[in-house]
């Protein structure tokens, strides 16, 4: 029953780039990702695999969290869309975090991962390479929505795949990370760019840390300054006049300037988990170049912390630094998922790496991971 179990849940690692098959169950959108996951967990819980006893300090957090997250299914105007993204973003990630946290393994499944992330990226260059662009010929998602979907859920596997690759030196790992590399540099996605360098500072700390602690710090703070320097060369608006409005930057720093401004406004509930952008569209529907250039984009604020705040409201912010923290990842039990992990928090700096279904169970798992090897080593 135990070998069936973690087979259960490789199966459900695989099955994460084809969260797009989608179906309805009766009147209720479903996946069928998200079938598995329900089928899966009821497995667990009849068959008394579910094993969660004294795991309580990080199931806590996890339930505060997804109670907090309510708060964006209900504040949204149209609360059955609210309640599907809540349902897809949050509850279904929750149901996976048990369901790891009863394994006992934990590199299996980090390998796993790794293939997985390389089969997406094989099948996204395989479209690729068959003509399946986006408008400005970029490698797209699965979904064929946007590259930047692509990059944000290849980007913390690629940290993975990079201890893998070093742990195992094998064809078949080195193929891999290959292909999760080109398919990244495809993307043309500086999101990941931000991703992999964040990764790269705090794997360099922790090395320092261990060698010369008393310099750990210091040196911390400058690799951070750095970045924030490098990371504004990178972002900065452009403002001449022939590409005023129209830049990702430009953009970027629009939709940001004015998800402050909504903060203002709804600081405490925020707008709902899908009405950012109803909401950000009526409020610069007279405001001169937004219509044309800035609300399309706007389909989220391009930063993670904000899109907690305006979409599941502070207390949905202050839930997910919860949840977050009691995974224990910055203690680097497992120096892999750690970094992944900060990955994703870096990534959140420009763009919002938990908020798609495959994004958001891809976080949950490393989540569980983490607090696992943390258990493992106390």
Known sequence: MKKLSKILLQILILLIPFYFIR????????TLLEVYIYAVFLFFLFSGNLKLRGKQKFILPAIVFLLFSWVGAVADPELMRGLGLWKGYFFDGFLVYLLFLSSDSFDDFTDIIFYSGALTGALALILFFSGVKSADGR??????????????????????GVFKSLKERTIVNYLSEAVIILALFLTYSRGALVAISGAVIMAIFYYIKRAKPKLAIISLI???????????????????????????SNVRYYIWKTSLEIVKERPILGVGLGNFQDYFKNKTSTWVN???????EALTTHNLYLELYLTCGLLGLIGFFYLVISSKFYQFKSLAVSLAIFAILFYGLVDTPIFRNDLAIIFWILLSLSALASRKNA
Not at 223 to 234: D, E, I, R, S, T
Not at 290 to 296: A, F, H, L, V
């Open 23 to 30: 179906f309805s169950i009766g009147p209720i959108p479903t």
């Open 222 to 248: 400058l690799m951070l300054a750095a970045f924030c320097f490098g990371g504004y060369a990178v972002f900065k608006p452009d403002w001449s006049d022939h590409a005023r409005k129209a830049t990702s």
């Open 139 to 160: 490698l797209l998602d699965m979904d064929r929505l946007s590259p930047n979907y692509l990059a944000m859920f290849l980007a913390p596997i690629f940290v993975l």
């Open 290 to 296: 937004y219509p044309e250039y800035i609300s399309p």
